[in-house]
T-cell receptor
Framework: GAVVSQHPSWVICKSGTSVKIECRSL??????MFWYRQFPKQSLMLMAT?????????EQGVEKDKFLINHASLTLSTLTVTSAHPEDSSFYIC????????????FGDGTRLSIL | AQSVTQLGSHVSVSEGALVLLRCNYS??????LFWYVQYPNQGLQLLLK??????LVKGINGFEAEFKKSETSFHLTKPSAHMSDAAEYFC??????????????FGKGTKLSVIP
């Protein structure tokens, strides 16, 4: 089945640093990738939609200068949390799809980000 | 606009008992529906999906769901619960977000506990 690899799985860093999270589709071409944020005991909140080779589309309320998304190839998207602060601590999950409406999104295992 | 309602944020069943997780959707177009499972500190794993055709859909781990258009429902069932089924379950419906992208709208999730 389709596999999406997300790295790293856990990050602890100091306030003010930038953190990059990678999302790779290992066995299919992901024309579209999504980045979600999940707060404890809550559902997934879509942050942005990323199509290969174009700028990401951010959901309302998500700071695009804070959360930089790059989708440079059909198998890789990155999310960079710039100048991270404790309120950015969360569980970040990426997903990838081949793009058509009836194809499911395949999810990475998530990244637990803790900002001290 | 699409939306998903999961009735019951927490469901407890005894091991060996029937599992029933409820999902109702709202969609202005024929929906594509999905059930995902999430284990602690992990991403989401696709259980099953409904796109077209047979309304009773079988998924992994013995789960199945039935699409009922008249009731706008897509309830998830499993005849006999196993301890390993304890997890968070999310129902989702696809929605078109423009520019050729399809996004998922998630329900708030149902936590399933299995009592030995």
């Amino acid at each position: 089945g389709a596999v999406v690899s997300q790295h790293p799985s856990w990050v602890i860093c100091k306030s003010g640093t930038s953190v990059k999270i990678e999302c790779r589709s290992l066995d299919f071409q992901a024309t579209t990738m999504f980045w979600y944020r999940q707060f404890p005991k809550q559902s997934l909140m879509l942050m942005a939609t990323s199509n290969e080779g174009s700028k990401a589309t951010y959901e309302q309320g998500v700071e695009k200068d804070k959360f930089l998304i790059n989708h440079a190839s059909l198998t890789l998207s990155t999310l960079t949390v710039t100048s991270a602060h404790p309120e950015d601590s969360s569980f970040y999950i990426c997903s990838a799809t081949s793009g058509t409406d009836n194809q499911p999104q395949h999810f990475g295992d998530g990244t637990r980000l803790s900002i001290l | 606009a699409q939306s998903v309602t999961q009735l019951g944020s927490h469901v407890s069943v005894s091991e060996g008992a029937l599992v029933l997780l409820r999902c109702n959707y709202s969609s202005s177009v024929p929906p594509y529906l999905f059930w995902y499972v999430q284990y602690p500190n992990q991403g989401l794993q696709l259980l099953l999906k409904y796109t077209t055709g047979a309304t009773l859909v079988k998924g992994i781990n013995g789960f199945e769901a039935e699409f009922k258009k008249s009731e706008t429902s897509f309830h998830l069932t499993k005849p006999s619960a196993h301890m390993s089924d304890a997890a968070e379950y999310f129902c989702a419906v696809t929605r078109y977000s423009g520019a050729g992208s399809y996004q998922l709208t998630f329900g708030k999730g149902t936590k399933l506990s299995v009592i030995p």
